[in-house]
């Protein structure tokens, strides 16, 4: 059994986002191994292999059961953000074990038989930036926000580029308003300064936040504007008003004041994960008005005492709000349902490879061949 491994001035994990929930992960995972093993936090992954924070930076290979774990499911696999174990084995470090998630983002899976991508793991705050220049696009704020809380992660979200809206600014910003109830809100301008220091209070030492938005939101300006140089960098933006990518990997950066960054690509579209929890989260004030209707299970259609057609109809509910909403819960069962196929078929085809290797054994066992 292997002793615990902590906090101490000479492994000053702190920096990386270490609490307790994390230290009890590692210590679950610890006792039960044959190896000595220390914790450490991935800064950036590729296929077979990591970056991993000790907190010095150190490259780590995967080990044999985290590569077949990944071959099985390759969400399991070691991502930006994600804590592990790791071991010496030789003059190599190995990923030893992949510890307990919190706070991810993930990507739907496209395909039928395809499988889901973690963006991004142990992220306390997203910061979903929306162009004042460009928008904003409520739909996809929605489905950005439904993506967060899906993750357990907390959805804060950023008008960027406000020096860019001109007039056009207080309505831009109310419509965000509009549609994230309850979500905090920061109107914010790289070139300018305006909403920065409110913002860089907000990003706590060892909290962990990642910047959602499409390229082109400005989100490279607004970290290096708060780090105060260029820890990012930057893209020009096309004629159309889209960025182009900037960042085309995923990366661990430390902001000056103690603050953690998960810098992923940009995303332009993002399916809703197969979970209606986290769209009802965004949708509220739908949920709240359907739990005032007559009938527990009314489509909010044309069914009597239904509260959402009622404030729809009296002008309180917008009808397109609505309209989203149902058409977000149709794609996350669909996705969950879609999910639910492809997990049925891989534990038939693992049913039928034991059972092969099984009658394999049996035929060995009688003298076969």
Not at 89 to 100: F, K, P, Q, R
Not at 349 to 369: L, Q
């Amino acid at each position: 059994m292997n002793t615990r491994v902590t906090d101490t001035p000479s492994r000053p994990l702190t920096a990386l986002g270490w609490n307790p929930r994390v230290a009890a992960a590692f210590d679950s995972v610890s006792h039960a191994s044959e190896h000595l093993l220390v914790p450490g936090r991935v800064s950036a992954a590729r296929r077979g292999g990591s970056v991993v924070n000790l907190p010095e930076e150190v490259p780590a290979d995967h080990s044999p059961a985290v590569l077949k774990a990944a071959r099985r499911d390759p969400t399991l696999a070691p991502c930006t953000g994600d804590w592990v174990a790791v071991r010496r084995s030789g003059d190599a470090w190995l990923v030893e074990a992949v510890l307990e998630r919190s706070g991810t983002l993930v990507r739907q899976g496209i395909a039928k038989d395809s499988h889901d991508q973690v963006l991004a793991a142990g992220v306390d705050h997203v910061l979903i930036c929306e162009a004042a220049d460009q928008g904003p696009n409520v739909g996809r704020l929605e489905r950005f926000l439904s993506l967060v809380r899906t993750g357990g992660a907390t959805p804060v979200v950023a008008v960027t580029k406000a020096e860019l809206a001109g007039d056009r600014l207080p309505e831009v910003v109310e419509l965000v308003r509009s549609v994230s109830p309850g979500v905090e809100l920061h109107v914010v301008s790289a070139h300018t300064g305006e909403g920065l220091p409110e913002l860089a209070e907000r990003l706590r030492p060892g909290s962990t936040w990642v910047l959602l938005g499409t390229s082109g939101a400005g989100k490279s300006s607004l970290v290096n504007a708060i780090a105060g140089g260029d820890l990012m960098d930057t893209g020009e933006v096309r004629g159309d008003k889209r960025g182009r990518h900037t960042t085309t990997h995923r990366q661990l950066l430390l902001l000056p004041g103690g603050a953690i960054v998960l810098d992923i690509p940009g995303v332009r579209r993002i399916d809703v994960p197969g979970d209606t929890e986290g769209v009802d989260r965004t949708f509220s004030d739908v949920t709240d008005l359907a739990e005032r209707c007559r009938f527990r299970d009314c489509a909010h259609e044309s069914e009597p005492g239904c509260a959402v057609r009622a404030a729809v109809d009296e002008g309180e509910l917008d009808l397109r709000r609505l309209e989203r909403w149902n058409r977000l819960r149709r794609e996350a069962e669909r996705n969950r349902s879609r999910g639910d196929v492809r997990l049925r078929a891989e534990r038939i085809r693992h049913w039928k490879s034991a059972d092969r290797r099984a009658r394999e054994n049996a035929r060995f066992k009688r003298g076969g061949y």
